[in-house]
């Protein structure tokens, strides 16, 4: 009976380290996962679009916000006139009274409408402000007075 107890006890505890491996392991986040998805999401976009970022340049992947579908990079690098932010989104084409434009921080904060280029979007301007203060990255989509942020990221 004691052989029998005993048995059920290593059992059930091989059961519980293996079952929390599984749980802890598919939880832990990996190394490197975030740069590489956005390495393979800039890569994707500067091909369909034919527009190459500088190597120096920090890049952050957009990531959609109200189930829109498409995806978006955004990269900033420090120039002398300020920062030279780029956005570049593969969006679906807006209906007629709509536009894609690009924030900083908040919704109020607009810096440019969009522009349609081969296959995609772009917005590329200069910032005059440090680069430290370049924090959080959005793409509105416009409508009338209805403003809507599809995609966002932080760098």
Known sequence: MKTRFVM?????IVIVIIGYRFLVTD????IGDGASTTNEAVLDLENKLGIEIEDDASKIE???????????????????????????????????????????SDPDEE??????????????KIINRPSEQIKKVGI????????????????
Not at 111 to 122: F, T
Not at 141 to 146: D, E, L, R
């Open 111 to 124: 810096i440019g409408e969009m522009a349609a280029v081969k296959g995609g979007w772009i917005l590329e």
């Open 62 to 104: 957009l990531k959609p916000v109200s189930g829109v579908t498409g995806s978006a990079i955004a990269s900033a690098v420090e120039k002398e006139s300020g920062v030279l932010l780029s956005v570049l989104a593969d969006l679906p084409e807006p209906f007629e009274a709509e536009k894609y434009s690009v924030v900083l």
């Open 27 to 30: 939880r832990t986040p990996k």
């Open 8 to 12: 059920y006890l290593v059992g059930a």
């Open 140 to 155: 509105l989509i416009t409508s009338g007075n209805t403003k809507m942020v599809i995609f966002e990221g932080e760098f």
